[in-house]
């Protein structure tokens, strides 16, 4: 068994891992109504999902880090030898699932000192500079060897050396066993759930897990986007966010250019999350009002006429949107790492699926957008925003809000925009916060929303864009926040009076509207030094963010978070 230092110290875990640092997101319980109601064939059904996600998590672990798994045996070979120091560090590993993260501090956390963090995760050898990454590449590609390469920069493979070269192995093909486990669980389920849609996807869903081939993955993606009205949630994420490595690629002007000599994108590895819940009916019916609108919203779209877009202005909207009570957050979805996922809408753009008529999915998270502490959120109201509107201020609006960022992912440039490398999920962010808030005078007027909620939407948002900290560059959800409230204070959206934040209600949406088609001009031309240059113009902490900041610090002393999954335990 390999052996670790462990890097907090008592003092700094006991901290860390009490009630007051460590925030907890409750899924259902085991005797939760949601669950009750279900019928006999679904809950059996939800016990193999949940193995099946539990499964996953084993698989992104590694694909996260290489000292993942390792770490975690010797945590528990320590706890039972009555060490109290890796009992609390256990806490906080399976809160973030994962040796390295970030706290809501934007601070690193390493709980080894023989592990610091890796560009690379556990997608790439972990003494692979990016230097002798784009060494090796360059060597290939004059050697012939584009479609080696192509193996090594696509979304699903895990590179390792391969003598003085590198070499992609698909992931399905790495982790064989584990993907064929999973498989079973799944076959077992859509034996057993008494949806025959869900069935289907689940047997699609388990042949894509027994072979390396990423159609099967689009078929699985094709029907699970069409899914609507079933009992049950499961869903396989695949997001690219961590990989900080495969981007760099697109820097190297000789191998940018090699590169494109080749036809080869070069896409940002995915790591895995599992998902599993209970559709909430009622929670769905509400999210349905909008998408008659979405045809709309995609002609008003910023230079629609020269992009096609997920949803086409002159057809029904490929586009199914679920509530879901969770049941558990597996993998990548389920990592608690400065905050967690509300609500996701896949495939993401550089998915096959939308290329063989494939549509999208929302789902969102129900218990983890609950506020559970509306004592703390009027302390932080009274210290931050403007009494007079108080009024105005909704945590609902704040799920509204989502719901629209969600959609606005569907809207504008379909496309990856590969060729924005580090600068693309952050821009791609930027986008659907900015969506979301072009289109809520438009969605007033068509009836959308009453008058009152557009203010509430406008109002709850800046307010709730203000961060504790500056986030580092690597975080794409928490850049986007700094990059607009320094673009929105600059033109007037609101102001810092008497240290609280005023809203210029009036202000808001035109200013979006104009970073909404800043941003959409930066997709349609693909250039990375133009991405790069808005980024760093924008991306700026300034005085008043850390005033905000300060005051935010002294409300909220959480450093971590983690979810408490009463019923999926009982299940698994």
Sequence with gaps: MTNYTLNLSMEELEKRTHKDYLMTKKFLKADAPEYLALADGDKEALKHLVRAANILEVINMQLDNHHNLPFKNFLEAEIK??????????????????????DTMSEPIFLAKEVPAYSGKGVYPTDLS???????????????????????????????????????????????????????????????????????????????????????????????ATLQDTPLEFTITRENYSDEMTGTVIENEELKKLLDENNISPIPKDFLGGRVGIINKKGTEALMAIKKYLPTLAKHMPYNDEYEQNIKPDEDSKQTMVDVDMVTATGDVGEYRGGITLAENLPNDD????????????????????????????E????????????????????????????????????????????????????????????????????MYTEEQRKQIIVTTIADNFLKTKPTLSQAHRVRTVMQNKYFSERGAYEIIDGKIHVNIDKVVPIAKEMLAEIVRIQIDGDFEKAEKYVKDNFIWTDNMELIGQKLQKISKTLNGRLETELADKLS
């Design 81 to 102: 030898k009555g060490n109290k120091q890796a009992e609390l560090t256990k806490i906080l590993f399976d809160a973030q699932k994962g040796i390295n993260a970030i």
């Design 351 to 378: 998915k096959l699926s939308l290329t063989i008529g494939g549509g999208r999915r929302n789902v969102y998270h129900r218990q983890i957008r609950f506020i559970s502490d509306l004592k703390k959120l009027q």
């Design 130 to 224: 990016t230097e002798e990454f784009h060494t090796i590449l360059i060597g290939m590609l004059k050697s012939g060897k584009a479609d080696k390469v192509k193996k090594i920069l696509t979304q699903r493979s895990v590179v390792e050396r391969d003598g003085k070269e590198l070499v992609g192995i698909d992931y399905i093909d790495k982790f064989k066993d584990d993907f064929d486990k999973m498989a079973d669980e799944i076959e077992a389920a859509s034996e057993l759930s008494t949806n025959a849609d869900f069935n289907e996807y689940l047997k699609l869903q388990a042949k894509a897990l027994r072979t390396a081939d990423p159609m099967l993955d689009a078929y699985a993606d094709k029907k699970w």
């Design 380 to 447: 932080r109201l009274d210290a931050i925003l403007d009494k007079e509107q108080h009024q105005y201020y909704l945590d609902e609006a704040d799920h509204w809000f989502t719901i629209g960022h969600e959609n606005a992912h569907s809207l504008g440039p379909k496309k990856g925009n590969e060729t924005l490398g580090k600068y693309r999920n952050i821009i791609e962010e930027n986008k659907a916060d900015m969506g979301s808030l072009a289109f809520v005078d438009l969605l007033t007027e068509l009836g």
